[in-house]
């Protein structure tokens, strides 16, 4: 997998973007090759990017692409649920998260193909690209950077720009 200019590629030390190099944080389970859904680990591969979502009462719209997070938007996390790894709404009967939090970390999120559009049930839902908690602070599997860097990246991060995850990140056996 070759990146090009306007690829975010994961490396050992950050995560690289438009010729800069930027901290960021991952899944608690590392990188893994074999992602299964609760493992906290940030997949493996080339995940595009499909979407831009962010809160309308906590920011302007940062890209015209960005649409607004609704009250009631949730995200179907439950391998049960025919709707699988797809944005659902309130009031929903299975498993999901919501997408309108009470803390800052969905402010403003990139959507990731990650088993989407066609999910298959336990391969892992919502890997998205969204704020950290605090510097080096594991997610649950996705990619987090600080507000001002994920401000930027969403800017110039239209739908189709790859996230680059190099399965050489992956531990072993992982």
């Given at each position: 997998?070759?990146?090009?200019?306007?690829?975010?590629?994961l490396?050992?030390?950050?995560?690289?973007?438009?010729?800069?190099?930027h901290?960021?944080?991952?899944?608690?389970?590392?990188?893994?090759?074999?992602?299964?859904?609760?493992?906290?680990?940030?997949?493996?591969?080339?995940?595009?990017?499909?979407?831009?979502?962010?809160?309308?009462?906590?920011?302007?719209?940062?890209?015209?692409?960005?649409?607004?997070?609704?009250?009631?938007d949730?995200?179907?996390?439950?391998?049960?649920?025919?709707?699988?790894?797809?944005?659902?709404?309130?009031?929903?009967?299975?498993?999901?998260?919501?997408?309108?939090?009470?803390?800052p970390?969905y402010?403003?999120?990139?959507?990731?193909?990650?088993?989407?559009?066609?999910?298959?049930?336990?391969?892992?839902?919502?890997?998205?690209?969204?704020?950290?908690r605090k510097?080096?602070?594991?997610?649950?599997?996705?990619?987090?950077?600080?507000?001002?860097?994920?401000l930027?990246?969403?800017?110039?991060?239209?739908?189709?720009?790859?996230?680059?995850?190099?399965?050489?990140?992956?531990?072993?056996?992982?």
């Amino acid at each position: 997998m070759t990146a090009r200019s306007g690829d975010l590629v994961l490396t050992p030390t950050g995560c690289r973007f438009l010729g800069q190099r930027h901290p960021c944080a991952i899944g608690r389970g590392g990188v893994t090759t074999q992602k299964r859904e609760g493992d906290g680990a940030t997949p493996a591969g080339v995940l595009r990017i499909v979407g831009t979502l962010y809160r309308p009462d906590r920011m302007a719209q940062p890209a015209p692409w960005a649409r607004p997070i609704g009250l009631y938007d949730l995200w179907s996390d439950d391998s049960a649920d025919p709707q699988y790894n797809t944005a659902v709404r309130a009031p929903h009967g299975f498993g999901h998260e919501r997408l309108r939090r009470a803390d800052p970390l969905y402010d403003l999120v990139l959507l990731t193909d990650w088993n989407w559009p066609l999910a298959r049930p336990g391969l892992g839902s919502a890997i998205f690209v969204h704020r950290w908690r605090k510097p080096g602070h594991p997610t649950e599997g996705c990619v987090a950077f600080d507000p001002a860097t994920l401000l930027q990246i969403a800017r110039a991060a239209p739908p189709g720009t790859r996230l680059i995850v190099p399965p050489a990140l992956a531990r072993r056996g992982a």
